[in-house]
């Protein structure tokens, strides 16, 4: 089966840290660019980062100089780690995998994750 799976979401208060994972199942490859997206009730889903296979990073505006997205190519992983949150940040954060090839050749344009609920709140 082809899916990314997040982890590491929870609650935590304003100024604190979370660290979010995401895997790729066994039958992924190799993905092209991945990113971390993030909806929040009654709000569009939002780009929050993305990195290259070659390690080039982007970043929304408001998390610039707060959060830092990594990935390991080898193991097709990728994590963000959030600092300084703010209850605006609140919100269901999601992993992409963009031009992703399976273990048996097949390719799909992206994959998302199922989400993680980030909560930041007193």
């Known amino acids: 089966q082809v899916q990314l799976v997040e982890s590491g979401g929870g609650l935590v208060q304003p100024g604190g840290s979370l660290r979010l994972s995401c895997a790729a199942s066994r039958s992924i490859f190799r993905i092209n660019a991945m990113g971390w997206y993030r909806q929040a009730p009654g709000k569009e889903r939002e780009l929050v980062a993305d990195?290259?296979?070659?390690?080039?990073?982007n970043y929304a505006d408001f998390v610039k100089g707060r959060f830092t997205i990594s990935r390991d190519n080898a193991k097709n992983t990728m994590s963000l780690q959030m600092n300084s949150l703010k209850p605006e940040d609140t919100a269901v954060y999601y992993c992409?995998?963009?031009?992703?090839?399976?273990?048996?050749?097949?390719?799909?344009?992206?994959?998302w994750g199922q989400g993680t609920l980030v909560t930041v709140s007193l």
């Open positions: 990195i290259t296979t070659g390690g080039s990073t």
């Open positions: 992409n995998g963009r031009a992703v090839t399976t273990t048996s050749g097949y390719s799909h344009l992206e994959v």
